[in-house]
T-cell receptor
């Protein structure tokens, strides 16, 4: 069964610094991959997704992620962190031909002033 | 269309009671998902529907849990004989179809079993 592993349950970065949230997937065939964000007391919101086109995917709020098949990774990055980026981020995977979406445990991003 | 809506937003129940949650997906979305999320964890898949057909149910899901989507529109999730371990946020999501399409989530129903 497909799964994703998010390294680091908490990540702290200074405002203006690079954000890097790590996600590795396990699937024999390149799957669909997603990053969702959850702000306090709000529902999950899609940041970006990889379906099969460009391996570098751009999302909302300046985030992007790169699909690397050789590393089975889909890390999320943002060049310059903003205080408003403080939230919980979830990587998710869905096998092709299977609509079920499986989530990682999440990474809480803290932004330091 | 205002998105996926869930009712109630909060539910407190005594152990042993039955509870039922409702989810109204985005209209025309044929996929509907139920997840459970506990503090500090990611959403855990429970079950999903394609129209009115329940296509998969998590093996982790107790027989006390049942879900329906009778006319392929709204869905209900019932928990019988609730236990304290059932306390969690129950999330509903819908999508327009397969092929890596985005799932849109509701705000969730927070269940507290006392």
């Amino acid at each position: 069964a497909q799964s994703v592993t998010q390294l680091g349950s908490h990540v702290s970065v200074s405002e203006g610094a690079l954000v890097l949230l790590r996600c590795n997937y396990s699937s024999s065939v390149p799957p669909y991959l997603f990053w969702y964000v959850q702000y306090p007391n709000q529902g999950l919101q899609l940041l970006l997704k990889y379906t099969s086109a460009a391996t570098l995917v751009k999302g909302i709020n300046g985030f992007e992620a790169e699909f690397k098949k050789s590393e089975t990774s889909f890390h999320l990055t943002k060049p310059s962190a903003h205080m408003s980026d403080a939230a919980e981020y979830f990587c998710a995977v869905s096998d092709r031909g299977d609509d079920k979406i499986i989530f990682g445990k999440g990474t809480r991003l803290h932004i330091l002033p | 269309d205002t998105g996926v809506s869930q009712d109630p937003r909060h539910k407190i129940t005594k152990r042993g009671q039955n509870v039922t949650f409702r989810c109204d997906p985005i209209s025309e979305h044929n996929r509907l998902y139920w997840y459970r999320q506990t503090l500090g964890q990611g959403p855990e898949f429970l079950t999903y529907f394609q129209n009115e057909a329940q296509l998969e149910k998590s093996r982790l899901l107790s027989d006390r849990f049942s879900a329906e989507r009778p006319k392929g529109s709204f869905s209900t999730l019932e928990i019988q004989r609730t236990e304290q371990g059932d306390s969690a946020m129950y999330l509903c999501a819908s999508s327009a179809g397969q092929g890596g399409l985005e799932a849109f989530f509701g705000q969730g129903t927070r269940l507290t079993v006392v």
